[in-house]
């Protein structure tokens, strides 16, 4: 079966640090273009932050720019998503998602994988 799966959610304080990691299962991620998304309680999904194929390049929500910062393993065959700073407004179900066309799109019907969600919450 091929997938993506998320770990690496947790409770953390405000002002505190957190990475998510997504692997795949049944296929490599090297030539998908890796989106993390959430979707917090009574909100619609957005996008937080994404990196193209081999080539790395990313790009952010304006809400986590300066604070969260994504990376890619190839060799490992996993993403990364290192998050600082948080905030209790960064509380969320966090998805990663793969696109196979390889660059980064901010439309989420376009990505062909989905994990099944790691929660992240952000409270004293």
């Known amino acids: 079966q091929l997938q993506v799966v998320e770990s690496g959610g947790g409770l953390v304080q405000p002002g505190g640090s957190l990475r998510l990691s997504c692997g795949a299962s049944g296929f490599n991620l090297d030539y998908y273009a890796l989106g993390w998304f959430r979707q917090a309680p009574g909100k619609e999904r957005e996008g937080v932050s994404c990196?193209?194929?081999?080539?790395?390049?990313?790009n952010y929500a304006d809400s986590v720019k300066g604070r969260f910062t994504i990376s890619r393993d190839n060799a490992k065959d996993t993403v990364y998503l290192q998050m600082n700073a948080l905030k209790p407004e960064d509380t969320a179900v966090y998805y990663c998602a793969a696109l196979s066309w390889g660059y980064c799109s901010d439309n989420a019907d376009l990505y062909d994988y989905w994990g099944q969600g790691t929660l992240v919450t952000v409270s004293s």
């Open positions: 990196i193209n194929n081999r080539a790395g390049i990313t």
